[in-house]
Nanobody, 124 residues
């Protein structure tokens, strides 16, 4: 069983930055393709970013491209989501997820484990 522990959410003003962290337990982070998703009130969970097992490739949803950066430090067993130039529409619960699949994984159903979520609120 793998547990994903997220941290780093909070309340910030528009234009600010936050960095989310996700640390898988049970197996090393390098065993998984990792992703970040978010869910705003009344909306479905949506894909935000993904990174391959070794960190060589990343992919982002269009609305965050150029503002968010997903990265991983397998030596520290941690995956990050650096969020810059935050906008009120980025407000959501952000979830970390782990997939056994190789490559970049953008589909919710292809992730095997999920974190509990961390709230990000961006005020205007």
């Amino acid at each position: 069983q793998v547990q994903l522990v997220e941290s780093g959410g909070g309340l910030v003003q528009a234009g600010a930055s936050l960095r989310l962290s996700c640390a898988p337990s049970g197996r090393t982070a390098g065993s998984w393709a990792m992703g970040w998703f978010r869910q705003a009130p009344g909306k479905e969970r949506e894909f935000v970013a993904t990174i391959t097992r070794e960190g060589g490739s990343t992919y982002y949803i269009g609305s965050v491209k150029g503002r968010f950066t997903i990265s991983r430090d397998n030596a520290k067993n941690t995956v990050y989501l650096q969020m810059n130039s935050l906008k009120p529409e980025d407000t959501a619960v952000y979830y970390c997820a782990a997939s056994r699949r190789a490559g970049m994984v953008v589909t919710t159903a292809l992730y095997d484990y999920w974190g509990q979520g961390t709230q990000v609120t961006v005020s205007s």
